[in-house]
């Protein structure tokens, strides 16, 4: 039984102002929920699930799982539809500093959509990007709405908020390129071993203060007449070609 204050308390994370407060951040549905008890259960503080759902897994060690009817579920859910599981994990450890030498780094200037977070997260855990530098502009990545988007991969990539106008000047002796409507065509540029690529905001593009501290202005080449690309979509052609 999930009594009142318990689920108002798991329902206050779903806003930005309680997670940071609490440390802590939600996350819906058995593939993610399944995938974040795989990969870092010693994040997870509680799973409340019903019935169903926890006699077909196999926790083992001593994970608060707590049973619970669809009812109940309905009460503490972030989704239209609820999804038979919704686990309270620990925010991951971030405050270590950033190191970029030796491998490819996404760098996101104030992508505010958090489908687009999301889905940009879930496509560099597809290309082995362990790491996105954030301006402090982008959506919170423990937005529900982004958790949900990344389906699993926030386990496995690591997410920075920094502000880039300072932080990008002390990147010594690494490349780095933006991603512009005018540059050098992706596809002739050999894949990458190293190197910080900036994809900017979904209708603005790069601020030009940032865009001025690229070394070098890429492209996809265009066929069609379509103005932009979604900053995912833009992410996941640019990583293709470069990694």
């Given at each position: 039984?999930?009594?009142?204050?318990?689920?108002?308390?798991?329902?206050?994370?779903?806003?930005?102002?309680?997670?940071?407060?609490?440390?802590?951040?939600i996350?819906?549905?058995?593939?993610?929920?399944?995938?974040?008890?795989?990969?870092?259960?010693?994040?997870?503080?509680?799973v409340?699930?019903?019935k169903e759902?926890?006699?077909?897994?196999?926790?083992?060690?001593?994970?608060?799982?707590?049973a619970?009817?669809?009812?109940?579920?309905?009460k503490?859910?972030?989704l239209?539809t609820?999804?038979q599981v919704?686990?309270v994990l620990?925010?991951?450890?971030?405050?270590?500093?950033?190191?970029v030498?030796?491998?490819?780094?996404?760098v996101?200037?104030?992508?505010?959509d958090?489908?687009?977070?999301?889905?940009?997260?879930?496509i560099?855990d597809?290309?082995g990007?362990?790491?996105?530098i954030?301006?402090?502009?982008?959506a919170?990545?423990?937005?529900?709405k982004?958790?949900q988007?990344?389906?699993?991969?926030?386990a496995?990539?690591k997410v920075?908020?920094?502000?880039?106008?300072e932080w990008l000047?002390?990147?010594?002796?690494?490349?780095?390129y933006?991603?512009?409507?005018?540059?050098?065509?992706?596809?002739?540029?050999?894949?990458?071993?190293?190197?910080?690529?900036?994809?900017?905001?979904?209708?603005k593009g790069?601020e030009?203060?940032?865009?001025?501290?690229?070394?070098?202005?890429i492209?996809?080449?265009?066929?069609?007449k379509?103005?932009?690309l979604?900053a995912?979509?833009?992410?996941?052609?640019?990583?293709?070609?470069?990694?």
């Open positions: 039984m999930l009594g009142k204050p318990k689920a108002k308390y798991i329902q206050s994370l779903g806003q930005k102002k309680h997670r940071d407060e609490e440390g802590l951040f996350a819906e549905g058995p593939k993610i929920v399944a995938e974040l008890v795989q990969y870092c259960p010693q994040y997870v503080r509680q409340y699930a019903v759902w926890i006699k077909d897994q196999s926790i083992t060690g001593d994970m608060d799982v707590v619970i009817s669809p009812e109940e579920l309905e503490i859910s972030q239209k609820p999804n919704l686990a620990q925010k991951f450890d971030t405050t270590g500093p950033i190191t030498k030796g491998k490819i780094s996404l996101l200037d104030t992508i505010q958090p489908g687009n977070l999301g889905t940009i997260i879930r560099a597809w290309f990007i362990e790491q996105i954030c301006s402090p502009g982008c919170d990545v423990y937005n529900p982004v958790v988007s990344t389906m699993g991969s926030i496995r990539v920075f908020y920094t502000d880039l106008v000047p002390e990147q010594k002796d690494i490349r780095i933006a991603a512009a409507l005018k540059g050098k065509d992706i596809t002739n540029i050999n894949p990458l071993k190293e190197g910080l690529i900036i994809i900017g905001n979904e209708s790069i030009e203060e940032i865009l001025a501290l690229a070394n070098e202005r492209t996809i080449p265009k066929k069609g379509a103005e932009s979604n995912g979509v833009a992410a996941g052609i640019i990583l293709s070609h470069l990694v």
